[in-house]
């Protein structure tokens, strides 16, 4: 791609300026190689006008991405859908079959019993092509799982993926299948242990759930919690159970936490797991609805209090696979998708947002990092914090050393 020959408020041409030069700035010359996953059309699928969930942000956040030439630093793949057989290495087949098969009309012929048992309603509606939806984002998922297992790839993201609240059985939170736990499965074939860190507004339930009884999987889950607040568990007390116990930690949160508090505590915690726990890999689940101003949201974090936490795991360099998750006001999710693809690329982005590419009116004259802190009053004292802090590293003093694996528990390959 060449650079634009207009000139723009934020691209003027001078006598320094050659042809191919860059609108963003390389911190360094890095050799992490990082993959972007990406079907566009995921982006054609609507749950319904009044519905929260937009998929067309994934469109945004794919062309700012493009506008900032960050596509030029990553290897990039259209993958191809998730198989029936590769969704029923964690769902059933009842649900699956019920997914293919419903559609908005077949659905109001159905019971309210069949309705209740499927978990369909406002949350979770039937809507045109929802299973093919699915597929395509879980698809992506397992592709950016299987470049990293192949050793093509260091860092792999999906911002279609990270749907946390998917159960077994059913739907939940606007989550269909759940792209994380199949991704992780696939990457239990290889890597001892898995890391899953969550930083959206909600509890990443469903994956707890899944990976509740093992020590192969750690789930770290920040969030706001006051029992009530959906999905309503995620409380401290939820560690998991048998040989799981202490590798499930959950950082429960109050209204308004703010950047400064939100990333210490995030670095505490997972400066404590990581060394401990010494995972294979890491899947970080990347919510935007953590983000001060969100819909739905009740934090106050700012793109860069919520990039940095994703650039202190990156700094590990540890494996990773980076999926998306909620979101709610879509132009600030799409800022944030691609704040955090510069900072997985180590690049520094232009705080106004180039204009051409066909999405500067959506961004104005805000552009990339809009004041979105503030908002909410910050109910998170130090007394409190101090407390979940402490809490969480409670845990880890049970783990003595990083769980071994009987290699023969691997389930063959697909
Ligand atoms: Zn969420």
Redesign the pocket.
Known sequence: MEVPTDETETFAVDKQTKKHTPLYHPNKSSKTKVSYHYNPEVANYHYGTLHPMKPFRLMLTDHLVSTYKLHEKMDLYTPRRATKDELLQFHSEDYIDFLQSVTPETVKRLSDQTLAKFNIGDDCPVFDGMFDYSSIYAGASLDASRKIIAGMSDIAINWSGGLHHAKKFEPS?FCYINDIVLCIINLLRIYPRVLYVDI???HGDGVQEAFYTTDRVMTVSFHKYDGEFFPGTGSGDEVGIGKGKNFSINVPLRDGVDDESYVALFKSIMQGVIPKFQPSIIVAQC?A?SLGGDR?GRFNLSLKGHGSCLNFLKSFEIPMVVLG??GYTPKNVSRLWCYETAVLTDTTLNGKIPNYGGTYQWFGDEGLHPELTGKIENKNTKRYLESVLQNSLEHLRYLDYAPSVQMYEIPPDL
């Open positions: 939170g959206d507004l909600h919510g609805d739905l998750g909620g």
